[in-house]
């Protein structure tokens, strides 16, 4: 589902278990927002995305009841959810985007970064921090040299490197020459394969070790 201000505001759902932070960031929202629900575990996020059908769902990673990470797996097909943490962990950002997340920002980011961001997810363009994109440059790097071969095609790592830099679509269609849009496609296709790859991580973990 993608929201766009001239149809109205962006129904949103704020997932956290500190109220204070909940309350901090519906007050920061503007009238291009209008909060829809709210929750402080993963079970009660869940229960109110399928309830109210928001257009976009900004969750901490860190939770009661499954976490994030719940959130996502059980609701990334309803709408977009971005994940809003303290959390600069590798490890952290790479399995919110296997579980399907559409976006991952610190909670340290400026709010008028993070309202740009949460608007560009629900408008269905993945968003992340360019220090957060960095990493996952470092995973193809990693992936690349495990298996001899790079899964990313030149063009995809021009664009992801640019992320990293923080430049914006626009500005990577003009440093390579290319439309905004099909650079927003080249970071959707970047961030399928890795959804793809981490995916398949879990699977041959799970194989190994005689896991269902």
Not at 60 to 66: A, E
Not at 85 to 106: F, K, P, W
Not at 172 to 189: F, Q
Request: glycine share 8%.
């Amino acid at each position: 589902m993608s929201a766009h201000p001239e149809t109205g505001p962006i129904r949103v759902v704020l997932a956290d278990d500190h109220e204070i932070v909940r309350a901090g960031l519906r007050g920061a929202l503007d009238v291009r927002f209008d909060v829809v629900g709210e929750a402080d575990d993963a079970e009660g996020a869940i229960d109110v995305v399928t309830a109210r059908s928001p257009d976009l769902v900004v969750s901490d990673l860190h939770m009661p009841r499954g976490g994030g990470l719940a959130v996502v797996e059980a609701c990334a097909t309803m709408c977009p959810i971005v994940i809003l943490t303290v959390s600069e962990a590798e490890r952290d950002l790479l399995d919110a985007i296997a579980a399907g997340a559409a976006g991952y920002l610190l909670k340290t980011a400026p709010i008028d970064e993070v309202t740009a961001a949460l608007i560009a997810a629900a408008a269905g363009e993945p968003v992340f921090s360019p220090s957060l994109a960095a990493l996952v440059l470092g995973e193809f790097r990693r992936m690349a040299r495990a298996t001899d071969s790079n899964p990313l095609t030149d063009r995809e790592r021009d664009v992801l490197q640019l992320v990293a830099r923080g430049h914006t679509y626009k500005e990577i269609g003009g440093d390579l020459s290319i439309a905004p849009k099909t650079a927003e496609n080249h970071v959707r296709n970047i961030l399928g394969k890795l959804h793809l790859s981490r995916r398949s991580d879990l699977v041959r973990y799970a194989v190994q070790h005689g896991l269902d």
